[in-house]
């Protein structure tokens, strides 16, 4: 049932403001249509990263991990010739807080979120950084009809040149965890999957719990191709695996490895490689060493027990080129008119 005290309804979409720094302070830009200037959207042809890791919310020492976390996401973007877009998973209300403070991300970039108002939860939730190279035309959240887990879409639009008929849509999502009957998981990706195919072009990477046999099939299910299969990975190869290596031995012995963390993409973009990342990132500190030692179960002060996944694309709006398979307009959040309003924050 909807409770008034929620700015949004499950199954729309609820539009939020992203967050770009300037004069020391955060300021949240509200996207009404468009906050584009004219003239300002992607070249015709562009290849982009994206990064989605899960940091685990529960493990103990959150702001030394954090910390490493951050520091091992800034070498990735160093190092990386394209835009890169980073979407975290479980992110917590101290995560945020670092988040705001790195100066790679007050120098490069445009955060979706500076605090916990958007989240169901007030626990932990996604977040998208988005580099300032990309023009963003949209950006807003779709809460699952169908969760116990308080689980949602996060959805950035980015500008897109003519022929295109709509934006490249990106989205990060944190799938339900654990199993239920009736699961929930399926439920949830058709509802990104139906976002995704709206656009010229979708790409949605998270943590999809990809725990049961009929999750393997679900990307595909929705029109979606898995990056990782798309490239040659095979399923079931341990290559693929993303969750595991790092957990408390206790789990990894119970449960064994799998491939939790997924990049699914469609319509007018391409795979170019597919890669896992984070393996052996560790949170530093004597205290952080026992903390994380024997009492957690833990061989090494791992920051989380996900590895991350990282896949690069390529878009190519030609000329006169219409939509690509399976697209719609693009127009999923309310329209209007004007620029973006900006408020200090």
């Not at 991990?65 to 160093?78: E, K, N, P, S």
């Not at 988040?99 to 916990?116: C, F, L, P």
């Not at 979708?202 to 029109?223: S, T």
Request: charged share 25%; hydrophobic share 35%.
């Amino acid at each position: 049932m909807f409770s008034s005290t929620r700015p949004w309804r499950r199954g729309e979409p609820a539009p939020q403001a992203y967050y770009t720094f300037r004069d020391g302070l955060w300021w949240p830009v509200e996207v009404e249509g468009t906050t584009v200037p004219p003239g300002a959207a992607a070249p015709r042809s562009f290849t982009f990263t994206v990064l989605s890791w899960n940091i685990d919310f529960m493990r103990r020492c959150a702001d030394a991990r954090m910390a490493a976390a951050l520091d091992h996401l800034h070498g990735l973007v160093r190092d990386d010739p394209n835009p890169v877009v980073v979407m975290l998973n479980e992110i917590t209300r101290g995560d945020l807080v670092l988040i705001k403070k790195a100066e790679w991300v007050r120098e490069g970039y445009n955060i979706t979120d500076v605090g916990t108002d958007h989240w169901e939860s007030s626990t932990y939730g996604t977040c998208m950084l988005l580099p300032h190279t990309l023009p963003l035309s949209s950006l807003f959240r779709v809460h699952y009809p169908r969760t116990s887990m308080q689980r949602d879409a996060l959805i950035a639009d980015v500008a897109l040149p003519p022929p295109a008929s709509g934006p490249l849509r990106l989205c990060t999502s944190h799938l339900e965890s654990l199993q239920s009957r009736p699961p929930a998981r399926p439920a949830q990706l058709a509802a990104a999957a139906s976002y995704l195919r709206e656009a010229y072009a979708g790409v949605m990477g998270g943590d999809f719990n990809a725990i049961e046999e009929f999750d393997k099939e679900l990307p595909g299910e929705n029109g979606l191709k898995d990056a990782y299969l798309e490239m040659g990975g095979v399923e079931g190869e341990e290559g693929g695996m993303t969750w595991g290596q790092m957990a408390p031995r206790w789990d990894r012995e119970r449960w064994g490895l799998s491939r939790m963390d997924k990049i699914v993409f469609c319509g007018g973009v391409e795979v170019v490689s597919f890669g896992r990342f984070g393996m052996d990132v560790v949170a530093e500190g004597e205290e952080v060493e026992r903390e994380l030692g024997k009492a957690a179960g833990l061989e090494r002060p791992w920051v989380t027990d996900h590895l991350g996944v990282r896949a690069e694309f390529r878009v190519d709006v030609g000329e006169g080129e219409s939509k690509g398979e399976g697209e719609g307009d693009g127009k999923s959040t309310k329209e209007g008119e004007g620029q973006g309003r900006e408020a200090a924050l």
